[in-house]
Each structure stands twice: as structure tokens, then as C-alpha cells.
Nanobody
Framework: QVQLVESGGGLVQAGGSLRLSCAASGRDFSNYNMGWFRQAPGKEREFVAAISWSGGRTYHPDSVNGRFIISRDNTKNTVFLQMNSLKPEDTGVYYC????????????????????WGQGTQVTVSS
């Protein structure tokens, strides 16, 4: 089991930037794809970004593509989410999660493929 701790959230004005971090401990971090999800009040948790275990492949949905960038540093067991040009609709609790399968060959966006969720970090974007 891997333990995940997110940080870096906060209050920012529209158009601003934030960088989220997710520190992992426990099982071998470098063998697992990682993902970021978010959940706004009253809404379902939605996929934001994912990165392969090697860091060589990433996937971002259209809603954040070109604004958000996921990356990882396997030497520090950390995954990052750089968020630029933030919009009020980006507001929510952001969670990182580890793929349940080691060395998966493709980068999945299915929430059911992820486990070991962190506690989340709040991001609030004011207009």
C-alpha cells in the first residue's frame, strides 16, 4: 500500500497559477502510473491528469489540456501538477492517486483503476 500526501493548494485569482505536489511513501513509487483528480462541491470526482510510471507519457483531458501539466520525480517519490491560467471552474479538492496495477502499459483515466488516494488539497479560484 502506498501513502499519498498532497500539498500546494490555496486561494488564487482567475488567471493565476498553482503547483500541487503529492509525496508518496510505501510501495515502489516508480513502478506505478499516477493520477490527479478533483471534486467540486456537489459534483462527482473527475479526472484531471495522469502520468506513466516512467514519466514518459502523460494524458490531460480537454478541460485542462494546455493549462495543466503533470510531471513526476521518481528520485523524490513525488508527482506534481502545474496549473496555469486557472479558472473559477477549476475550484475543488484535488486528489492524487496511484494506479492499482504496477507498470501498466497505458495511461488510464478510469477512476476505478486508481487506489491509495491522498487526503486532498483545496484549490479555490476567485473571479
Amino acid at each position: 500500500q502506498v501513502q499519498l500526501v498532497e500539498s500546494g493548494g490555496g486561494l488564487v485569482q482567475a488567471g493565476g497559477s498553482l503547483r500541487l505536489s503529492c509525496a508518496a511513501s510505501g510501495r515502489d513509487f516508480s513502478n506505478y502510473n499516477m493520477g490527479w483528480f478533483r471534486q467540486a462541491p456537489g459534483k462527482e470526482r473527475e479526472f484531471v491528469a495522469a502520468i506513466s510510471w516512467s514519466g514518459g507519457r502523460t494524458y490531460h483531458p480537454d478541460s485542462v489540456n494546455g493549462r495543466f501539466i503533470i510531471s513526476r520525480d521518481n528520485t523524490k517519490n513525488t508527482v506534481f501538477l502545474q496549473m496555469n491560467s486557472l479558472k473559477p471552474e477549476d475550484t475543488g479538492v484535488y486528489y492524487c492517486a496511484a494506479d492499482i496495477r504496477p507498470n501498466r502499459l497505458w495511461v488510464t483515466q478510469r477512476i476505478t483503476d486508481f487506489g491509495s488516494w491522498g487526503q486532498g488539497t483545496q484549490v479555490t479560484v476567485s473571479s
